[in-house]
């Protein structure tokens, strides 16, 4: 999944912390969506952006999250005071012309 | 009930053998995705299906829109195939995936 970079691979933060994950779709593409992946649960979608614009964000959990992606710069899911029930895999993904999609390799979060 | 729902959740099969996924969905979409993870690794697109049939190496992917139906085969399964292959349909607007609950694959030398 070289084309969409995730990072951090993993990430560990104490109940209560703030957990900030980026992604850096192609040069040139600027639809990405969030997507997450809960222990033992199917993946589900959070929210898509485009450049400095939030076009759906009826994924998303109503309180201590939230999404952005600037002008410049990767795109960045933060999370606010993390509970144990945040921990999963978290996936980018860019779409491409055609509707094709590339996928990152995904920020798996343990929140203890 | 799913929107998108995949069978089977499970499938064990000895190297060689010939493996059908099935995925059956009951929104209106633009297009179909079957998608390959590794444990713990990331998501890997195989096909991206409009209508009709694709091929790539020893996997086949087709589509019937009418019956809301796609399948995936595997032809001469080896080890290197076992991972879990999700089905995902994209909306027609908007463009966001709806994935089905994924299958899980194991093939045994």
């Known amino acids: 999944n070289a084309g969409v970079m995730q990072n951090p691979r993993h990430l560990v933060r104490r109940r209560g912390q703030e957990a900030r994950l980026r992604c850096s779709p192609m040069k040139g593409h600027s639809h990405v969506y969030w997507y997450r992946q809960l222990p033992e649960e199917g993946l589900k979608f959070m929210v898509y952006?485009?450049?400095?614009?939030?076009?759906?964000e009826s994924g998303m959990p109503k309180e201590r999250f939230s999404a952005e992606f600037p002008k410049e710069g990767p795109s960045i899911l933060r999370i606010q005071q993390v509970v144990r029930g945040d921990s999963a895999a978290y996936f980018c993904a860019a779409r491409t012309g055609g509707g094709g999609y590339t996928f990152g390799s995904g920020t798996r979060l343990t929140v203890v | 009930k799913n929107e998108v729902e995949q069978s089977p959740q499970n499938l064990t099969a000895q190297e060689g053998e010939f493996i059908t996924i099935n995925c059956s969905y009951s929104?209106?979409?633009?297009?179909l995705h079957w998608l390959q993870q590794h444990p713990g690794g990331g998501i890997v697109s195989l096909f991206m299906l409009s209508s009709g049939k694709k091929k790539h190496g020893r996997l086949i992917a087709t589509i019937n829109i009418q019956e809301k139906h796609s399948s995936l085969h595997i032809t001469a399964s080896h080890p290197r195939d076992s991972a879990v292959y999700i089905c995902?349909?994209?909306?027609?607007?908007?463009?966001?995936?709806?994935f089905g609950q994924g299958t899980e694959l194991s093939v045994k030398p």
């Open positions: 929104v209106g979409i633009s297009a």
């Open positions: 952006l485009q450049k400095e614009n939030i076009i759906d």
């Open positions: 995902a349909v994209m909306e027609n607007q908007g463009g966001k995936l709806i």
